[in-house]
């Protein structure tokens, strides 16, 4: 069963972007929460403590933060990642966040802002960005600069393209891209080459890799609320599709620790795909609230409704 001891956290502004340090337990929470409002935006970090939540506040003005990254750290000092309408790195320290630097891109004509990002679990020095323009980044933190940049998409046939969504496979050097035209694509970073492309037939909104078997790609349509795979080994046709119990999907992740996908969606629903068993529905939980984003890490899962923040431990058994 879950485990529903749970945390909540209350701001009087609108939460937006969330992320869970994978430093984390359920007795030891770190988390960073981007908020919209008067005032402009903040990021706030919040650890566990037995009163509640300790916080430090990094205040971002009128930049837009889209989605935040934890980068794994083995530093006392936690470094994040926030996308939006700039691309910056923080750090956590002991009584606030330190912004150290903007990303900046190789080009001139940069768009921006940026709302596709990922980085591997343990190439932790390689991000992969994608924004409003047809241009995908490959950028060296440890150096802060952009490594490599290439044109995703031919404007010849559409001057009006950008990246949707983007994620990267188990395999580090292999990602897949999705654009707002429903193109699919995967590149492969040694080669410098885009391996496929495809144009998917539903309207998907994101891009997962089944990090058990690494040639499964998953396309997701949040309005439909369905769910396809494609195996990257002939892409041509989907093998599979899930037809959810959502009447929409709201964010899909590949929980890592559970070896499982896992949606949420308009119906206040959270569903568990166990990756051991083909991906069939597993567990279901239903909240008495609306979901607007998620997260997860170590067993934690974390739901953003509005105003609230709530963690508890997604331990089944």
Known sequence: MLNTNSNQFVHSKLIYACAISPKSTL???????????????????????????????????????????YLNSTEANERFVSAGEKLQIFKSEDQKISHICDLIPLS????????????????????????????IRIWDLEKRKCQYQFIAYDLSKDSDQYTLDLNIAQESNIFAFLNNHN?????????KMGIHKIKGKLQY??????????????????????????????????????RTDHRSIVKAEWFQERNSL?????????ILYEGDKYLEPQFGLT???DIDNFCCQNNLFGLVSEYTFEIFSFETQ
């Open 27 to 69: 007795d030891n929470q770190r988390i960073i929460l981007g908020t919209i409002g008067p005032g402009g935006q903040q990021i706030i970090q919040l650890q566990s403590t037995q009163e509640g939540y300790k916080q430090k506040t990094y205040h971002l003005h009128n930049a837009f933060s889209a989605k935040l990254l």
């Open 108 to 135: 001139k004509e940069y768009v921006g802002p940026t709302f596709a990002l990922d980085i591997h679990q343990d190439q932790q020095n390689r991000l992969i960005s994608g924004s409003m323009d047809p241009t």
């Open 183 to 191: 193109q699919i694509g995967i590149y492969d970073i040694r080669s």
């Open 205 to 242: 909104n994101q891009l997962l890799w089944n990090k058990k078997q690494d040639n499964i790609l998953i396309a997701i349509d949040y309005e439909a609320g369905l769910i396809d795979f494609y195996d990257t080994r002939d892409f041509k046709n989907k093998y599979k599709r899930i």
């Open 262 to 270: 896992i949606t949420a969606g308009l119906d206040r629903q959270i």
């Open 287 to 289: 909240k008495n609230y």
